[in-house]
């Protein structure tokens, strides 16, 4: 996310820092947003570095490796966000908050090839919505209508969906946007579309995750809203 405040200079360092970050082996893909969950850059404010990197990636690494170039390139200061989670990261997680998270549990093509469909759940609701199968942006249609079918309004839209060149593996850019600002994504998974689903999520998990968002017929169990 680029804002106006920021001066052609600072722009083009942005620009010279993702591409160095992206010459990592481990990293997939780059973004860059101010110092909280979907705010713009602006000036003198914290960089938020978002960095998606392959499955065995050690984060550590990663993360020390973007702090570095990040100091050459820009005198701003810098933070690192690195997805996916570690397995451990996950399996450490408590049950509550598990649950608290949408699931998604499938993708996969109609008989006839024409459409996708995306399969997931909150607690014990579960929705299927259903794209296109001709481009990837009908998988994030599907995982959107999903979404929606369990309740959430959504003030998102798809901008794009773009394939990365990971090796075999198929890797999926997803750039939503929408009064509540741009989001980001990428997700890889051996099937292009599943990779464009776990993107979409990807792009809207710490939204999802606000109570604040929340359908009212999901506020239950005790949970804030």
């Known amino acids: 996310m680029r804002e106006s405040s920021l001066t052609s200079a600072e722009l083009s360092a942005?620009?010279?820092l993702e591409l160095e970050l992206?010459?990592?082996?481990?990293?997939?893909a780059v973004g860059f947003?101010?110092?909280t969950e979907g705010s713009a850059i602006?000036?003198?404010?914290v960089i938020t570095v978002h960095l998606f990197v392959a499955e065995n990636a050690s984060h550590d690494a990663v993360e020390q490796q973007a702090m570095d170039i990040g100091r050459i390139h820009m005198d701003?200061?810098?933070r690192v966000a690195i997805a996916p989670e570690h397995a451990s990261a996950k399996a450490g997680a408590s049950p509550a908050a598990s649950r608290r998270r949408v699931e998604l549990h499938d993708v996969s093509l109609t008989p006839d090839g024409s459409s996708v469909e995306v399969d997931m759940s909150f607690g014990d609701q579960r929705a299927t919505g259903t794209g296109t199968s001709s481009a990837l942006s009908g998988a994030v249609e599907a995982t959107l209508g999903a979404l929606r079918e369990l309740g959430w309004l959504l003030p998102f839209s798809i901008s794009s969906a773009a394939r990365l060149t990971v090796g075999g593996t198929a890797a999926v850019l997803v750039h939503l946007t929408g009064t509540a600002g741009d989001r980001f994504g990428v997700g890889a998974s051996p099937l292009a579309q599943r990779a464009a689903a776990k993107a979409t999520l990807h792009a809207l998990n710490r939204w999802l995750e606000d109570p604040a968002h929340r359908p009212a017929s999901l506020r239950q169990h005790g949970q804030p809203g």
């Open 76 to 78: 701003r200061p810098l």
């Open 33 to 35: 947003e101010g110092p």
């Open 42 to 45: 602006s000036e003198d404010a």
């Open 22 to 28: 992206r010459k990592l082996p481990e990293v997939l």
């Open 14 to 16: 942005l620009d010279r």
